[in-house]
């Protein structure tokens, strides 16, 4: 048994059992992974695939109980390689981030920048998806944090800690009705108007429509999107009323809108980083958290990781 025979498998999955594919990214042959494939199942005394004739189906039964053993050891097998660099006393590899795209676009661009200048030697890889993108690239191995709303803390195989709370923001034209409000804006002031915001499970869209939902409003939402520039380019083009987090506006930037704070109609939203449990991560990594947020020091991570 070898570690290329388990990658094999773990990239036959992840590739929808396209074998040409699994070879691109292994760089190597075919017939190579179907040899390597093969030497494995004949050692474990199991078929781990469906095939017809020389192709992949999908998993057996016996592949779908050993493929998380078979990823959990290449995991761990990466982070013995990691913890190697670092006991050399090298402050250089990879970090892989995964972020929805508010993060991303808003809250971790300085973040980048300073660990950036702190950690040279560091390659950063910043990946892009829902909340629940975010935690399948956790659990998957395919990141080694993740930064997205409260919905990480849905997922018991991950370790997640709080960051900052944030709410939302009505954004308008300038001469907007709501502008001239001399009292802060209610629901039913907003379901007058044609709504854009965000696309389910994105930016705390669930505590839009809960708050809607609890006062039996029924918005008429008639475009969303997962990116906050994109719904502030069609609110300037005056087709309804945004509703975007409030880290996406900037006055100086958003010249063309005004923002009206939303923080008291809609629930307060948590942003949390993510941790696969029981997975070492090099000190570069605790580096680029405290970036983010000064109070969860390396000391702080571990203590939530050891009592998770």
Not at 183 to 197: G, H, K, N, Y
Not at 227 to 236: C, M, R
Not at 288 to 299: A, Q, S
């Amino acid at each position: 048994m070898n570690f290329q025979q388990l990658r094999s498998v773990r990239e036959a999955e992840r590739c929808g059992f396209n074998l040409t594919e699994v070879a691109a990214v292994l760089h190597t042959s075919q017939p190579g992974v179907s040899r390597q494939v093969r030497e494995l199942e004949e050692e474990l005394g199991v078929e781990l695939f469906v095939r017809s004739g020389k192709r992949l189906l999908g998993l057996t039964s016996a592949g779908r109980a050993l493929l998380p053993i078979i990823q959990r050891v290449l995991l761990d097998a990466e982070s013995l390689r990691r913890a190697g660099q670092e006991l050399q006393g090298r402050d250089e590899g990879r970090l892989s981030i995964a972020a929805t795209h508010s993060q991303a676009r808003y809250a971790l661009p300085h973040v980048v920048r300073d660990f950036r200048q702190r950690y040279p030697r560091v390659t950063l890889h910043l990946h892009q998806g829902s909340p629940r993108q975010v935690a399948e690239m956790l659990l998957a191995g395919d990141a080694d944090i993740g930064v997205a709303t409260e919905a990480l803390a849905g997922y018991g195989q991950l370790v997640t800690l709080p960051c900052y709370r944030w709410s939302h923001s009505i954004v308008v034209p300038p001469g907007h009705p709501l502008l001239s409000l001399e009292r802060p804006v209610t629901l039913l002031d907003l379901v007058a108007f044609p709504i854009i915001t965000y696309e389910v499970g994105y930016t705390g869209r669930s505590h839009i429509d809960d708050a809607f939902a609890a006062a039996g409003l029924r918005p008429d939402v008639v475009l969303t999107a997962m990116d906050a520039d994109v719904i502030k380019t069609y609110v300037e083009l005056e087709m309804g009323v945004g509703i975007v987090a409030s880290i996406a506006f900037d006055e100086e930037r958003d010249t063309h809108l005004h923002a009206i704070d939303a923080g008291h109609l809609f629930q307060i939203n948590l942003t949390r980083l993510g941790l696969r449990r029981n997975h070492w991560l090099p000190g570069f990594a605790y580096g680029f958290i405290e970036t983010f947020v000064p109070t969860l020091t390396r000391e702080a991570v571990m203590a939530a990781q050891d009592s998770a």
